[in-house]
């Protein structure tokens, strides 16, 4: 009989190589702590067999994405807006409706939304949730943001095929506060700037200190 050290609901425990407490032993999935999720139990696998293969790899659950296959369908990754305030974060909210999108309309699929959530500090994405068609697949694109690092205004730089259901992301990212604030991501900036260098009559005075300020 193996005698393992289980956690206080149960589960097996293990650090975050996924090793237990009997050496040469590895757990993993659904009888570990954390979402039972069949994709969270394959990444944890390769982590274990990445230890067991003398590599020093560890879990991050930072970016496994949580899906409803509801119609439609809901989709979460990473910290949602709760979660990212209780962490302490002053958050960044980048929202688009569906119902905006030229795809979503001729797939007459207008419900839904995508919301980015960033921290205002600094702009980096925190998580994403999106309610609508294809939330699985677009989810991912999120996650990948979250995993290498990006900030909000690098998904408002993204370019995606139009009209495509992923047009919905790059316009979440350029409505977030952070992005608002960067000078080419808001339309209104952007009119300034095209206004001053234009002419540099006829500007009202207070057009003219927020150019400068830019
Ligand atoms: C109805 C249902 C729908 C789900 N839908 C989704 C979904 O849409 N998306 C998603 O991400 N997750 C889904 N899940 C969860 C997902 O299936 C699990 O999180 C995932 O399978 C966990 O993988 P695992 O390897 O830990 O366990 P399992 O996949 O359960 O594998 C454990 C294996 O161990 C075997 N086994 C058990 N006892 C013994 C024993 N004594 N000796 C030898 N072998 C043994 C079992 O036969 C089984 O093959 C669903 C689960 C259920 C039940």
New binding site residues.
Partial sequence: MVNMKLTERGFIQVDEQCKTSVQSIYA????VEGL??????SYE?KIAAEVIAGLDSSVSYKTIPA?V?SDPEIASVGLNETEAKKLGYTVSIGKFPYAANGRALSLNAGDGFVKIIGDSATGTILGGQIVGPEASNLIGEIGLAIEKGHKLQDIAHMIHAHPSLGEIIIEAGRRSTWARDSPIESIENLRLLLLARMTKFHMADDDCRRVQML
């Avoid at 993993?28 to 009888?31: A, L, P, T, V």
């Avoid at 039972?36 to 139990?41: P, R, V």
């Fill in positions: 993993i999935g659904d009888i039972a999720l069949a994709h969270k139990a696998g899906v296959f």
